[in-house]
């Protein structure tokens, strides 16, 4: 008999938010759970850390808008001191000396009409037509999608009426909302918008969402879906708005941790799992680096599925045709990722003084030409040499993270190659392409170079090295539609349940996907009770 202090109902692969979560909720119904984390630090890449002397930020994941209410309401987060704030504007686009665009609550409308009264009259249209899909979005999000199974009608069933469920719901949609939904689910964010739009101010601001973490020109099918999985948040109940937890994304992260921990979850940092154990044909506990062997009743992977199931699982122990097609699991965000330490804020030459401006998403990307060039280019070399790239200044509306007078500002950086052509090492060019990011900055803002303190560099290798994301994937695998929904990561797997009996999944590379959110771990914990009642797992 294994050690009884060494076993679990469940132990957790990864402290990630989607870990967190799911702890919170097996350990309110009841069940012993373990969270087994490689760094020292839960949260994944919703952590706040000082990455120079007396600045801090978000250093990964940069702000908040998807992150679901009912599990902010369930785990009472806000009891545990955690605060969202709005930005006074959503988004700021410097376009050239003179010009830009300001997109923000009661103030898009005039703004837009500086370029276009007929884009201006269709904002309000627009904003209803993706607001109803995205509301199905919303509620998708907490559902386990039908899961394609084979055998018999027994096993069919129950996922029969989950999809008829869905397909009642679609159905009582209006004859137009319906022909959104698909084209949102299935054409370009650049089609989209055009179809909407004449101006390209007002594209590359929402064109932004289509590409984020998203290796793929704005004109890609399946982009129009990456921009709707960006509006279907909310802050402080305001739909489609981005927010600021005060004290970075690690304050939401340290919140779910204490809850976990509250409700008798075990954390264990600077404990990385080194492999699944497998006996008779389940998954039986975990053995970590240090060689500690842990029996749970259930293991539930917070990690990419490619990570989980090359890395840390005997591949023996997989089906054939599993063990290939996860391995086709495709990665790589083309993300590049800097924190600045600044003197003092951006003084933008079309606006130069302090302003709401300087707490928006600030997009550097005037049209969506530009950022289908930038994805050609970063395939054809590695990186554009005019890159996209979105800067927030979190200081702006957090006086914890810098200190006084000073500032800090996270730079994401879209479009570059996840892999650098003729077999490059991201070791190499990190600084090269760190530089370009400011001289980018610096062309619209020419105080900035000269007020960076310092600087912390991400390359998509270094994501991988440092938060464990494959490939350097900010979503755990590519939210494409053939990567969505029941086949996230694969059909026959998209209830959260790995080929294994005893073995689940939590994480980013589940529905509905990246985005700190919250989603795959609640609903992967009400599988895995659900499991645990009908005596599928036992204690
Ligand atoms: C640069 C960047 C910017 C982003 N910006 C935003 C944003 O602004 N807003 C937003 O909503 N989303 C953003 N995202 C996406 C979002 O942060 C992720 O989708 C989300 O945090 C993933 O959460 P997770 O819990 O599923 O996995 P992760 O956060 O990846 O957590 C997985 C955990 O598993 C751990 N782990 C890995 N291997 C092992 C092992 N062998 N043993 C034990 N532990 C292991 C890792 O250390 C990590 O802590 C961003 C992501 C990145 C990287």
């Known amino acids: 008999m294994p050690d009884a202090s060494r076993r679990y109902d469940a132990a957790i692969v990864g402290g990630g938010h989607n870990g967190l979560v799911c702890a919170a909720y097996l350990a309110a119904a009841g069940l012993k759970v373990v969270i087994l984390e490689r760094r020292g630090v839960v949260g994944g890449a919703a952590v706040t850390e000082e990455f120079h002397p007396g600045f801090r930020n978000s250093v990964a994941s940069y702000t908040v808008s998807l992150l679901n209410p009912k599990i902010i309401r369930d785990l009472d987060l806000a009891a545990q001191g955690l605060q969202i704030v709005e930005r006074r504007v ?145 802050a402080n109940g305001k739909k489609g708005a981005w927010g600021h937890a005060i004290g970075g994304m690690g304050a939401i992260t340290q919140a779910m941790s204490k809850v976990a921990a509250g409700r008798g979850v075990d954390i264990r940092v600077n404990c990385a799992v080194r492999e699944v154990m497998v006996q008779n044909g389940r998954a039986a506990g975990v053995v970590t680096e240090a060689g500690e062997i842990i029996h749970a009743a259930a293991v539930i992977s917070n990690v990419n599925p490619r990570l989980l199931y090359q890395q840390l699982m005997d591949s023996s122990a997989l089906p054939a045709d599993f063990r290939e097609r996860i391995a086709r699991w495709r990665c790589g965000s083309g993300s590049f990722r800097m924190n600045v330490a600044l003197s003092e804020l951006p003084r933008f030459t079309c606006l130069p003084d302090a302003g709401d401006h300087h707490s928006a998403g600030i997009i550097f990307g005037p049209t969506l030409s530009y950022m289908e060039r930038a994805y050609f280019d970063a395939r054809m070399h590695g990186w554009s040499q005019q890159p996209i790239i979105e800067m927030v200044i979190p200081s702006t509306l957090d006086d914890t993270l810098a200190p006084p007078g000073r500032h800090v500002a996270s730079l994401f950086c879209q479009h570059v190659a996840p892999q650098l052509p003729n077999g490059g090492s991201w070791d190499d060019k990190r600084e090269t392409v760190a530089d370009l990011m400011i001289d980018t900055v610096n062309s619209y803002a020419p105080n900035f170079k000269a007020s960076v303190l310092g600087r912390q560099i991400l390359s998509p ?22 990567q969505m929904f029941s086949a996230r990561p694969m059909l026959g797997h998209g209830n959260y349940r790995g080929p294994l009996p005893g073995l689940y999944m939590c994480g980013s590379g589940t529905h509905p996907g990246g985005g700190v959110t919250g989603a795959p771990g609640h609903n992967a914990a009400r599988e895995i009770i659900g499991d645990f009642r009908r005596r599928r797992l036992s204690s």
């Open 90 to 234: 959503s988004n700021f686009l410097p376009i050239s000396d003179g010009e830009y665009l300001i997109v923000g609550e009661g103030r898009t409308y005039d703004e837009l009409a500086k370029f276009s009264a007929k884009d201006a009259a269709r904002l309000d249209d627009y904003a209803a037509s993706v607001d109803r899909v995205a509301e199905i979005l919303r509620v998708l999000a907490l559902e386990t999608p039908p899961n394609v199974v084979e055998g018999n009608w027994r096993m069919a069933w129950p996922e029969l009426l989950r999809a008829a469920r869905i397909g009642g719901r679609l159905a009582k949609l209006p004859m137009a909302a319906r022909r959104d939904l698909l084209t949102l689910f299935a054409s370009s964010a650049g089609d989209f918008l055009d179809s909407w739009f004449e101006s390209d101010p007002i594209k590359a601001v929402y064109g932004f969402d289509g590409i984020v973490g998203t290796y793929a020109s704005p004109y890609a099918p399946g982009t129009a879906y990456v921009l709707l999985h960006h509006v279907f948040g909310e």
């Open 461 to 482: 290798l270094d994501l991988e090295r440092i938060f464990g994301l494959t490939d350097g994937d900010i979503f755990h695998g590519a939210m494409s539609l053939d």
